[in-house]
C-alpha cells in the first residue's frame, strides 16, 4: 500500500489553523464577585500519562482526589511533590476558579510547564503546550476583554517523571516588557 505523503492542501490547512491560533479569544460575560475567596481549588488523579487528551478521558473514570488550595500558579520543585498534592512523579491536577481580567483590551498569556498544561478561560482553550517535555514556555495565548470582571479558569497540569514546573504569566492590556507572573490578587474559587 502506498504511503499517504502530506499535499499542498495539508500545508495550507495547518497555516489557517495557525492564522486561527493569532486570533484572540473573546471574554464573554463576567460572573458575579460575590464569595469569591483568594486561591484556586485544586484535585489530584494519579497515573502516567503522556498528553492532556489522556487526563480528560480519565477524569470521566477515575476520582479527583481534592487537596488544599493554590495561592497561585508558581511552582518548580524540581523532583520535589507536585503543587499541594503528596505526588512526586505519576500526577494530574486539575485547578478551577476564575481569573481577575480587569481592564478592556487584549491580554496575552503563557504557561512555563513541565510537563504538559492546557489553560481555560471563560470556556475557551487559550493555551497549551500538552505533552511529556522539560521546562519551557508555551506559545502565547490571547483573549479579548471587553467587560472587566472575573472570568472561569480551568488548568489542566500533568507531571510524568523526574522534574515538576507549572507557572504562569500574563500581559495585560497596555502594558510591555517582560510577562509578570498572574499574581495571586487575580485568583480566585467560589467558596462553597
Ligand atoms: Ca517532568
Redesign the pocket.
Known amino acids: 500500500m502506498r504511503k499517504l505523503i502530506p499535499t499542498r492542501p495539508l500545508a495550507s490547512l495547518l497555516s489557517a489553523t495557525a492564522l486561527l491560533l493569532c486570533i484572540p479569544a473573546q471574554a464573554q460575560t463576567p460572573v458575579a464577585a460575590e464569595n469569591l475567596q483568594p486561591g484556586l481549588e485544586v484535585c489530584y488523579i494519579k497515573g502516567m500519562i503522556r498528553h492532556i487528551d489522556e487526563m480528560i478521558r480519565l477524569e470521566a473514570r477515575k476520582p479527583c482526589e481534592p487537596g488544599p488550595n493554590l495561592r497561585l500558579l508558581n511552582s518548580s520543585v524540581g523532583a520535589g511533590t507536585v503543587l499541594t498534592s503528596d505526588l512526586d512523579?505519576g500526577v494530574m491536577a486539575r485547578i478551577t476558579g476564575f481569573i481577575h481580567l480587569d481592564t478592556a483590551g487584549i491580554y496575552r498569556f503563557t504557561m512555563e510547564s513541565?510537563?504538559g498544561v492546557r489553560v481555560e478561560i471563560d470556556g475557551q482553550m487559550i493555551l497549551e503546550d500538552p505533552d511529556?517535555h522539560?521546562d519551557r514556555y508555551a506559545d502565547y495565548g490571547s483573549m479579548e476583554v471587553t467587560e472587566p470582571g472575573w472570568y472561569p479558569l480551568t488548568v489542566r497540569y500533568f507531571?510524568?517523571?523526574?522534574?515538576?514546573t507549572l507557572r504562569f504569566f500574563w500581559q495585560p492590556p497596555g502594558t510591555e516588557g517582560t510577562m509578570p507572573r498572574v499574581p495571586a490578587e487575580a485568583l480566585a474559587h467560589r467558596s462553597s
Open positions: 512523579d513541565n510537563d511529556v522539560a507531571e510524568r517523571k523526574n522534574t515538576s
